[in-house]
Nanobody, 114 residues
């Protein structure tokens, strides 16, 4: 059974940083692209950042230059480093694995507020 487990969310002040991590089953990590999505209350879920098995990355325009996605193939984890956080980054962040199927984590809350 494939599981994605996120961690690292929390409350941070504007301008602060957080690092999210997602642990996955080894059976899919080596062949699936990974991504981070977020969903704010009343809004649609949106792609924040993605990374392919070869390490190619893509980012939403709203987070370019502030967020960095990375993957550790030895540990089967994908991370999202978030800097210069803004109140509009507040959302539930979801880890996603995309391949033959799509798998989702349970989500972790990120709140940016003073």
């Amino acid at each position: 059974q494939v599981q994605l487990v996120e961690s690292g969310g929390g409350l941070v002040q504007p301008g602060g940083s957080l690092r999210l991590s997602c642990a996955t089953s080894g059976s899919i990590f080596s062949i699936y692209s990974m991504g981070w999505y977020r969903q704010a209350p009343g809004k649609q879920r949106e792609l924040v950042a993605g990374i392919t098995t070869s390490g190619r990355t893509n980012y939403a325009d709203s987070v370019k230059g502030r967020f960095t996605i990375s993957r550790d193939n030895a540990k089967n984890t994908v991370s999202l480093s978030m800097n210069s956080l803004k109140p509009e980054d507040t959302a539930t962040y979801y880890c996603c694995a995309v391949g033959g199927k799509t798998y989702w984590g349970q989500g972790t809350q990120v709140t940016v507020s003073s």
